[in-house]
């Protein structure tokens, strides 16, 4: 054998060597990643047995929406999903004026998960991703906001006994952190409890209603205030905003912001 076969032979063998090495480090490190997956919820998409940090949406569906109400509210919704980080959960509920007289059932409840934009290449399908991502996620609440109504012939509003379901609710399961509260309302209040349409809501106390205010304690909230017509406008614009701060503040939330939707 001349001296550059065994050469070549030699760096043939080193080669394959670093080959090999190669495979081996790719190899554990696939082993590494995939022993060390997170395992998922089927069903909410959320991480198991971690605590989910919640952002809660109440829509109240009493009063109905107007065309542009329901316009602006589905970018308003887009916007909210939008600040949603991946692994964070979305419930939805409604106020049921009916069997429940406060929080419906959870109409949504998904953690979001990854789009595909951050997938680990080596162990995840990006395409099953993005497929879990706008079916499992986006289009089940294009579909929610798709079906607010226009009209509703809702008998009763009960908004706060629904804030203090939510409490409530999220105080019982140990595996969620509320901490940020959406909700879509006229604000007119209108139950058995409580009613904005039977009585002035300057002389309704909050020190007289104080077993009804939730605990809502370092929560940022944010409201859609829906405006009304009519005898429903002059509610609204006496002292509604004002009853509503004084509740939210002794609920003891974190911060409070309402925009006005016409």
């Known amino acids: 054998m001349s001296l550059l076969e065994d050469e070549d032979n030699r760096t043939h063998n080193w080669l394959l060597y670093i080959g090999i090495l190669l495979f081996i480090v790719l190899a554990v490190g696939a082993g590494w990643s995939i022993l060390n997956m ?3 919820d089927s ?3 959320c991480e ?24 602006v509210l589905l970018r308003a919704i887009e916007a909210e999903i939008e600040k949603l ?4 959960r979305l419930t939805v509920y409604e106020v049921d004026d009916g069997l429940y007289e406060g929080l419906s059932k959870p109409v949504f409840d998904r953690c979001r998960p990854k789009d595909g934009s951050d997938v680990n290449q080596l162990v995840e399908n990006k395409h099953m991703i993005e497929k879990s991502f706008n079916e499992d996620f986006i289009s089940e609440i294009q579909l929610i906001t798709a079906n607010l109504d226009e ?3 809702a008998k009763s509003s009960p908004i706060i006994e629904s804030l203090s379901d939510i409490s409530t609710l999220y105080k019982i399961d140990p595996h969620m952190n509320v901490e940020r509260l959406i909700v ?14 039977k ?3 300057e002389g309704i106390e909050i020190d ?6 939730p605990d809502l304690f370092g929560i940022d909230v944010q409201i859609y205030w829906l405006q009304r017509e009519n005898n429903e406008q002059r509610i609204q614009n006496s002292g509604l905003i004002y009853w509503w701060e004084r509740t939210f503040e002794a609920a003891t939330i974190n911060n409070l912001s309402i925009m006005k939707i016409r």
């Not at 109440?58 to 109905?64: E, M, Q, S």
């Not at 980080?85 to 964070?88: A, D």
């Open 38 to 40: 997170k395992k998922y």
């Open 43 to 45: 069903v909410t998409l």
């Open 48 to 71: 198991d047995d971690v605590i989910s940090t919640t952002t809660v949406l109440l829509i109240d569906k009493t009063g109905g929406f107007s065309p542009n109400q329901k316009r």
């Open 85 to 88: 980080e991946t692994g964070k």
């Open 151 to 153: 009209t509703n012939d």
């Open 184 to 197: 879509i309302s006229d604000l007119l209040q209108h139950s058995p409890n409580i009613s904005f349409y």
């Open 199 to 201: 009585n002035d809501i």
């Open 208 to 213: 007289d209603i104080s077993s009804f205010i």
